[in-house]
Each structure stands twice: as C-alpha cells, then as structure tokens.
C-alpha cells in the first residue's frame, strides 16, 4: 500500500478521522475498503491446464545460464520455478497440472527426469538434480543428429534437381544414337524391273500386211485346227 503525495490517496488520507489513521492496522483496513484488491479470477481445470501449457520451454534455453542482476540460473531450472508459481497462485496445491507441465518439455531434458511427482516441489527439485553436464552432451548428440539429418535432406534434393537433366541427356543421347544408326544402314535396293520398251513393235516394214483369211505360216486360217 503506497500514499503518493498529490493523488486522490493523499486527499482521501487527510480526510480520515484521527483514529482511524492512529495505527497501521486501521488504516490498511480502511485503504482496503476504499479500494478493495482485485480478485484472482476463477479458472476452469481446462483453462488452467491451457495457461500451463502456454509456458513454453525453450530448447535453447536448456542448460544455459540466464543471469538476473548479481545472480541467476540455467533456463530450464528458472522455466521450472516459474510454471510452479502459476499452477500453484491458481490453486493447484494437488498438482493435477504437472502432466501438463511434462508435455511441454523437449526430450533432451525429459530423457532425465523421472516424470512422476505428487508436488510441484518434487517436480521442480527433480528439474534442478539434473546435471549440466549431461544435458550438454545430450545437446552435442541432438546437434549432430540434426546435421546429419540435413546433409540427407540436401543430398535428396540434389538427387531430384539433377534427375530431370540426367532424364533429357538421356533421351538425346538415344535419339542421336537412333539417327546415326538410321543414317550408317545401308538401304534395301529397289528391285530392277525389267523394262519392256525394247521389244519391237510390229511395223508395216518388219510386218508385212497379209490378206485377211491368211498367216503367216501359209495357208488358210480357216485350215487351222479348233483350240480345245
């Protein structure tokens, strides 16, 4: 409870009756009945669990130390301390919120806890037992996993950049070999056809003109035996 000179609070002090203000005690019961604090909102389990889960634990946080003026702590031990006081200022004394707490937690801390607890507390000292130490080489593991995980990301997708080109080299390389295959075969010839234009036509001089009835044996036609 502050009184800063020049408010509205300094008018409403001067105005208080004397014994009112003779004792601390007093005079605090009648600020809070002037202006009375606010309530803390009531929160369904659902909602609750919600806010929880909204406190987000940072994998980069992990292990690091985050210093606060002249002291500090790892991130992961501070993000600890902090869903606590939530769960517990919404009036989870139970802590029914702390699996909802656990599912926001990377695996590189998870793989070391014990993931069971029946207080905030025990959650929280389970959070700070872990030792740096482990979570540093559990980092170093997860980067080169990650690493290793790009370079065949990156190897895929060269392989299916380049196998369109290597596709059409192909192809051209079949179709040249096809053309100069075409061109090297040597055709079928075209079969001669014999040619009927030296025969000679009969003419009046290389064939005389005969008279009707007659060949050119002799004799009549009208001798020639029948054809059968």
């Not at 202006?35 to 929880?52: F, I, L, M």
């Not at 990301?153 to 053309?179: G, M, Y």
Request: aromatic share 8%; proline share 10%; with cysteine.
């Amino acid at each position: 409870m502050q009184l800063v000179p020049g408010h509205i609070a300094e008018q409403w002090f001067n105005d208080l009756a004397p014994s009112i203000t003779a004792s601390f005690i007093t005079l605090r019961a009648a600020f809070a009945q002037r202006w009375p604090p606010p309530r803390p909102p009531a929160y369904s389990h659902t909602q609750q669990k919600e806010r929880v889960m909204a406190q987000m634990l940072k994998e980069e946080d992990i292990g690091v130390w985050m210093a606060d003026g002249v002291t500090g702590n790892y991130g992961h031990i501070v993000w600890a301390h902090k869903v606590m006081h939530l769960a517990l200022g919404m009036g989870d004394t139970a802590g029914f919120l702390i699996d909802s707490a656990l599912e926001n937690i990377p695996n590189m801390l998870k793989d070391h806890l014990l993931c069971s607890y029946s207080t905030w507390q025990e959650f929280v000292d389970d959070v700070e037992s872990v030792p740096a130490v482990k979570l540093k080489r559990a980092r170093e593991e997860l980067d080169k996993e990650r690493l290793r995980d790009a370079d065949i990301a990156q190897l895929k997708a060269q392989s299916v950049s380049f196998s369109p080109a290597l596709s059409l080299q192909l192809s051209q390389l079949s179709l040249d070999t096809a053309r100069s295959t075409y061109r090297n075969t040597p055709r079928n010839p075209i079969p001669h056809i014999p040619s009927f234009n030296h025969i000679p036509i009969p003419t009046p001089i290389n064939c005389p003109f005969l008279p009707r009835g007659t060949s050119p044996r002799g004799g009549s036609l009208m001798n020639w035996p029948p054809l059968s």
